[in-house]
């Protein structure tokens, strides 16, 4: 008993360090300037106002930031998906020369620090014309988030039995048909916990954002946009804190939406193959 309640108090201590900044800045952004600068801090406003979203949203440039971060990480997203699923399938269904090889190069390739990857993909961008390009931006995004999806659709679908196929197979399937009939449809709790994390990594992602996309102003992402948004507003947190509400909320509606079934897909993908 005494263990349990260690644990509780243990758990709650690290939720309530976990949410608190979060906490502090929704409530920032709805908090009157007086009460954001008021030398007493306070835990709940005296009155809500939202003239801090407001100047957030009417700021130059924020639709198209927000644009172009969900077309870079929807893009990559989908690249990687697209690209994971057939590099999953092979590893976890064929036997061919350089299979081993194959997987641990990917498992190097996650395990590797993105802030590593810094000033190569920067010459590679400027020596390929692609510097200052959301495009580039796309590929960087799609070349981070690739080996985490491989390696969780790889053991997802190692969790799912070949006996499957073969019954599809023996029904007159061919193996394409096979795995898009009966593999897929399965796939898909692994399939939307991979896209949402991998979402989440390019729609945070800053470091490679300004440093790629240094020039044109149009073309930057909500990230690099935020960093400079004190500088834009001088002293007014209230709408830095309202332009960093709205910008969390995307992920937070979806990851509330697809609780459940990214659930699935993270325990389905922790199982070994």
């Not at 201590?13 to 007086?34: E, G, I």
């Not at 957030?56 to 994971?84: E, I």
């Not at 969790?159 to 449809?185: I, M, N, S, T, Y």
Request: net charge positive.
């Amino acid at each position: 008993m005494t263990g349990r309640l260690a644990k509780n108090l243990v758990a709650l201590f690290v939720f309530v360090v976990s949410v608190f900044p979060v906490y502090w800045m929704v409530l920032t952004a709805f908090k009157p300037t007086r009460e954001i600068q008021a030398e007493t801090p306070t835990f709940w406003p005296a009155a809500l106002t939202f003239d801090h979203f407001a100047t957030a949203v009417s700021a130059q440039g924020f639709w198209s930031f927000w644009r172009n971060s969900l077309l870079v990480a929807g893009g990559a997203v989908l690249l990687s998906l697209v690209v994971a699923l057939l590099a999953a399938y092979a590893v976890a269904r064929l036997r061919w020369k350089g299979r081993r090889g194959f997987i641990l190069m990917v498992f190097i390739a996650q395990m590797t620090p993105w802030e590593a990857l810094l000033i190569p993909m920067y010459v590679i961008a400027r020596d390929t014309g692609m510097l200052d390009t959301l495009a580039m931006l796309t590929l960087v995004y799609f070349m981070i988030t690739l080996p985490f999806t491989i390696v969780t659709l790889r053991n997802f679908l190692a969790a799912v039995p070949v006996e499957l196929e073969e019954a599809a197979q023996v029904d007159g399937c061919d193996r394409p048909a096979a795995f898009r009939r009966v593999v897929l449809p399965l796939l898909a709790p692994g399939l939307l916990a991979t896209s949402l994390f991998g979402f989440i990594t390019a729609w945070n992602e800053f470091a490679f954002a300004n440093l790629l996309i240094i020039k044109d102003q149009d073309d930057r992402t909500l990230p690099v946009w935020l960093s400079s948004f004190s500088n834009t507003f001088g002293t007014d947190w209230g709408a830095t804190m309202a332009a960093s509400t709205l910008f969390m909320l995307p992920v937070l509606a979806i990851f509330l939406v697809l609780q459940g079934k990214v659930t699935a897909g993270i325990t389905g993908g922790a199982v070994k193959g």
